[in-house]
């Protein structure tokens, strides 16, 4: 019979040896000098990755107890393994030798998971880490690694727990977006709630409001984000009460509220920031500086989380802040911000963002920005947001899609008090000082009206946009008649379009449609204005005299014309402007003023005044390459026919006209002459025709060396009983203008056939343009003469 072994005594055998395994085992990882492996490791790694990788330092294996385990498990050694002065190396292309370098980087393994074919870090610890980002204009860029792949699938698992570095350094160099900066990165001292720091950013962002817009603008601005987040709070309010009386939650509903659950519990759930961040250098050659925090590094690899951020930049003179949350920021799925923007002109965003957005005067939002990144396109929504542009409010939503061929800009922006003032500059129409301070090197010349700023149509083709901007309540010089402002801003690859631009005037309204072709250069454009109903007491605000007048003006305009500034599209314009007034009222003392007559302009200061009736008046002018010819301008009324003629040159901006007036009925004590308006816009000049005044006096003085009383004859006005013929005019006016394409010559214009018939107009015509039926069974009488065509053109 074979003799038995005791199992004790093999259990024994089985334990010494294994002991002495391991003894040797340590024995030989602390005694051999693992410098010996640098090479074999280097060149694995530099198989692995397909970049050079050098381990110029110590390499060294050590053991540990695990810091944190309990009963038996404390006492098997963890291995931990460090190495010194590590380098990854850079493409041939790139301008540093190096894309990573790191000062020392050590970390344990857990052994027991091992068993089960898991390597499992606790912690990676790292010293001094830095990289150095590329990119080239032909897109190649510097972090993108070839990595071989396996032929099978790895049986392994790695579970890396922590990424621990006090300190670190990441160079970024970009030529697609014309970026040099270098940022710095810290730990924190303990982790911070997002809570904490959107408290942080909101305060300091109100700061920095009040250095751009003022403190004044900083409180408005403050009052409206309060207003909104009261309105906000009241409508969740009311939508929570209706939905509560309404019996059973529907399944919407359900859904709807298990959605706001979820959200509240995903931001409940969004880690504390980790790391701290500072960031200088240059942005398309602005110069960027900033701060910030985001979570910790291993939190990015988290995609059921939100990764929190916080920035707070400064690039030129334009103040980005934002606080919130990134999903998977790995792959940038979403972002959920809320955006604080301030600045000198929100067309400094072009740089920044690629929207052309207008120059404005210094300027303060917030709002939510959401963001959805997919490959189809990304979209942006600007939520809710409310700010201070000047000295108006402005609030609204848009929204930002970046599709293909061009991105798409759309919303809905509304300012309930809106500063006149602060639409100067997108026209180039603001002071030499405020193009200065936002950086534009045009100055407009002192004798010129006409902005010479030019638009930037070299921007129109980035991106299409259709936004509507309402202004519900203009605050203005009380000079001005303008009450209100809507448009609908079309801008489509490269065209801007204002379909309308429309203005509240004098209780009526005027809309334009302006075509603006940036694709071209110059610049083509087309203009169709239409006044409706503007009463004359309201166009003339501050004027006493015009406040007991009656009767609406109503016009239309159409023109073409080429530049790439206001002034220019002026220069080159091409085109028609009508305007007509019926069935209307004006006070006599300015009647009289227009003539001369002393007398009663002296009884009407003394004794009151009285009204006139407007019987009709047209102003018909053809504008050809710049200059405005008045072809038709004539005013009748009970007392005297008014006509003007000459011309305006919008080249020059320089003014040549003659009014003449020409008295109804018998006037006594008159110096009755023509009037002109010269000068330019800037400087006009108003006055009396010398000349023919001087005839006048003239014959006083020689008249009264004779006669005394004969010094009367020459202030004495005859009768020119000789009305318009205002229905015809009056049909005429209403013929719509007509413009040619832009950049070619407005054709010649005949006279209005009223001017050369030589028919005898009716003696009374209605302000409507018909002439008053004689009663039944009588015949009418015969009018008086029309009105010759010098009278109509004021010669």
């Known amino acids: 019979m074979a003799q038995r072994l005791p199992v004790g005594k093999i259990a024994a055998w089985f334990v010494a040896v294994l002991a002495v395994l391991i003894a040797a085992l340590v024995v030989f990882f602390l005694t051999f000098d693992w410098n010996r492996a640098r090479p074999w490791i280097d060149d694995k790694v530099t198989q692995a990755i397909g970049r050079q990788f050098h381990i110029t330092g110590d390499l060294k294996i050590g053991w540990q107890r695990p810091p944190r385990e309990t009963g038996w498990r404390r006492w098997v050694p963890w291995p931990r393994f460090s190495a010194q002065n590590i380098t990854i190396a850079n493409p041939d292309w790139a301008r540093h030798p190096q894309f990573a370098t790191l000062d020392e980087i050590d970390f344990q393994v857990e052994v027991l998971p091992l068993l089960a074919r898991d390597i499992v870090i606790p912690t990676i610890n790292l010293v001094n880490p830095s990289i150095d980002l590329e990119r080239l204009e032909d897109n190649r860029n510097n972090w993108t690694f070839r990595f071989n792949q396996p032929t099978e699938p790895s049986t392994w698992n790695l579970k890396l727990h922590d990424i621990a570095f006090a300190t670190g350094r990441v160079a970024y160099a970009d030529q697609i977006t014309q970026a040099d900066m270098q940022v710095g990165l810290d730990t924190l001292g303990q982790p911070v709630p997002i809570g904490d720091v959107m408290k942080q950013q909101e305060q300091a962002s109100r700061k920095s409001s009040a250095q751009v817009v003022g403190n004044s603008g900083a409180t408005q601005l403050h009052k409206q984000v309060e207003a909104r987040q009261a309105e906000a709070s009241a409508a969740s309010a009311a939508s929570s009460a209706a939905a509560a009386s309404s019996g059973p939650a529907s399944p919407a509903s359900t859904s709807a509220n298990t959605g706001t659950t979820s959200q509240q519990k995903s931001k409940s759930s969004v880690p504390p920031y980790g790391l701290g961040w500072t960031v200088r250098g240059t942005y398309r050659k602005t110069a960027v500086s900033g701060s910030g925090k985001v979570g910790g590094v291993l939190a990015l690899q988290d995609t059921t989380r939100p990764f929190p951020v916080q920035a707070d930049v400064k690039i030129g003179d334009t103040h980005i802040a934002l606080a919130g949350t990134v999903t998977a920021p790995a792959h940038l799925a979403a972002l959920d911000l809320q955006l604080w923007l301030q600045g000198v002109s929100m067309a400094h965003l072009y740089p920044i963002a690629g929207v052309p957005l207008p120059e404005t005067p210094p300027y303060a939002t917030e709002g939510r920005l959401v963001g959805q990144f997919a490959e189809d396109g990304n979209v942006f929504k600007y939520e809710n947001f ?21 991105p798409m800009l759309s919303g809905e922006v509304v300012s309930n008090l809106l500063q006149f003032s602060d639409l100067a500059p997108i026209i180039g129409a603001d002071t030499n000082a405020s193009k200065a301070k936002r950086g534009d090197e045009t100055r407009q010349p002192a004798n010129r009206a006409l902005p010479v700023e030019e638009f930037r149509t070299d921007r129109w083709k980035a991106i299409d946009a259709d936004v509507k901007f309402t202004g519900r309540r203009i605050i203005k010089n009380p000079a001005l008649p303008i009450t209100d402002l809507y448009t609908h801003v079309i801008l489509t690859d490269g065209v801007l379009a204002l379909e309308p631009l429309k203005f509240g005037v004098a209780g009526g309204t005027l809309a334009s449609n302006i075509h603006l072709d940036g694709s071209t250069a110059p610049l083509k454009g087309r203009f169709a204005t239409q006044a409706r109903h503007l009463k004359l007491k309201q166009l003339f605000p501050t004027v006493k005299t015009m406040q007991s007048a009656l009767g609406e003006v109503n016009g239309d305009a159409a023109l073409s014309a080429t530049g790439n500034s206001p002034a220019a599209l002026a220069a080159t314009s091409n085109g028609e402007v009508k305007a007509l007034v019926t069935d209307g009222t004006i006070s006599r003392l300015y009647m009289e003023a227009a003539g001369l007559n002393v007398a009663n302009v002296v009884y009407e200061k003394l004794f009151g005044k009285r009204d006139v009736k407007i019987n009709c008046a047209a102003a018909d002018f053809v504008v050809t390459n710049g200059v405005l010819e008045s072809r038709v301008f004539a005013l009748d009324t009970d007392d005297a026919v008014i006509n003007m003629d000459g011309h305006i040159d919008l080249r020059t901006e320089q003014m040549d006209l003659g009014i003449h007036p020409h008295t109804k009925g018998f006037r006594v004590v008159t110096l009755r002459s023509p009037l002109y308006v010269k000068g330019t816009f800037k400087n006009p000049h108003v006055g009396v025709n010398a000349a023919a005044l001087a005839v006048r006096g003239g014959a006083v003085v020689v008249l009264g060396l004779v006669n005394p009383f004969a010094t009367l004859i020459p202030l004495i006005a005859p ?77």
């Not at 009983?721 to 015809?728: E, M, T």
């Not at 209403?734 to 214009?749: C, I, L, M, T, Y």
């Open 386 to 406: 409310t700010g201070r542009v000047g000295g108006s409010d402005v609030n609204g939503s848009t929204v930002y899609v970046g599709k293909k061929p061009r």
């Open 719 to 795: 009768s020119n009983n000789k009305p318009l013929p205002c229905a015809q005019m009056l049909a005429d006016m209403r013929a719509a203008p007509s413009a040619p394409p832009a950049g070619q010559k407005q054709r010649e214009k005949a006279a209005p056939a009223y001017l050369a018939s030589g028919t005898a107009g009716p003696a009374e015509d209605s302000p409507g343009g018909s002439a008053r039926t004689p009663a039944a069974g009588k015949t009418a009488p015969a009018g008086p003469a029309a009105a010759s065509e010098a009278q109509y053109r004021g010669r």
